[in-house]
């Protein structure tokens, strides 16, 4: 059972603070048609596909960039999208065997791209019952068009992120929760401006699982400021999938078997270490494991419940990350 210290919960207070900045009004708000350009694999479950930005809608936010920054132009942000800021999300909408399926999505695409949107996503096995739309996605022909809403830009310690507001950031994700995490990484990374270090920390299945793992390499290679850390639960790839850029001759340099305590403790920087970010994104169960669950509490007035960072425990709440405060260590669940 997983051990949680007494003073990692009290310290931990449950905030019902808001998870999503307001939306910006020059961007489309509501689910609109995004045409599919191209799509490859990436994994033997997993497919990045290329949608193409609608031009009449961006047009006219285009145009309210100009006009706030027009004082300014080195201020303008590089794309239409950035204002939305990483970790970006998107809602995909389809009508699957007669039933409505909505899910959340995390582009990888950079977030100043202005003419595509890539989303990675991983094709589970439909169950009776279930949405079917990783499989629907995955199975989309090219120029055919699905339904999807951006979402407002996620709030981080209370607003977005801007560059050098954190001197750590910190990502542990496992299977395609990596996404929204390398879009992160990157943005910081791309920015010569930004001296914030990144510390990431991927949990796998295989070598064939680990997603989008030349561009993590290229950036742990090319940046000083990117640590990477890569555990494996079964690191022999049994399929021998891909062997080519796997490099199955090479014996796995990293952890074997499930991301556990000293792991994270050997690869990351102190937690209670001031100006600190660290997000956690993955299944329910590794959620659980790293930082502890979500949690649901009931707001005066509301029908439902609502979502809330829930206490930091877990691996993450033993090594002291989450202390809060403005300059403290904060944990985001996304
Ligand atoms: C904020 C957020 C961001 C997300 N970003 C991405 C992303 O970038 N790429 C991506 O592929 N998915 C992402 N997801 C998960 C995605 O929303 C769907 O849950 C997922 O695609 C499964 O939907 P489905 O209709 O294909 O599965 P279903 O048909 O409903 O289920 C098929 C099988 O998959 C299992 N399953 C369902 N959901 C999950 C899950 N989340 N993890 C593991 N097993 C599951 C079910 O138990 C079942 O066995 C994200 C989820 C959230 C909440």
Redesign the pocket.
Known sequence: MLSVSRAALLRAPVRAASTFAPFPNTLPEDFIPYTLEKKWTISPD?KVLRFQLPEDVLKEHKQELWNTYRWCSTCLPEGPLSILKAPA?VKVKAEIGGAA?E??????SMVWEDKYMD?????????SG???????LCDMELGTKIDMKLKAPRNLAGYPYHPNRFKDVVLIGC???I??LYQMAHMILANRDEKTKVWMVAAHRTEADILLREEFEQMAAFSDRFKLHVALSQPADPEGWNTESTSKSKPWTGSVGRLDLETLRATLPPGDKPSTMTVV?G?DGFLETICGPHVRIQIPGKSTLKKTQGPVVGFLGELGFGTGGRRGSEVVK?
């Open positions: 997993s999300g399926v899910k959340s999505y995390s582009p990888v989303l990675l996503v991983k094709e589970y096995k439909p169950v279930g949405g079917g739309l990783g499989k629907y299977g395609t929760g996404a929204p994104c299944l996304l």
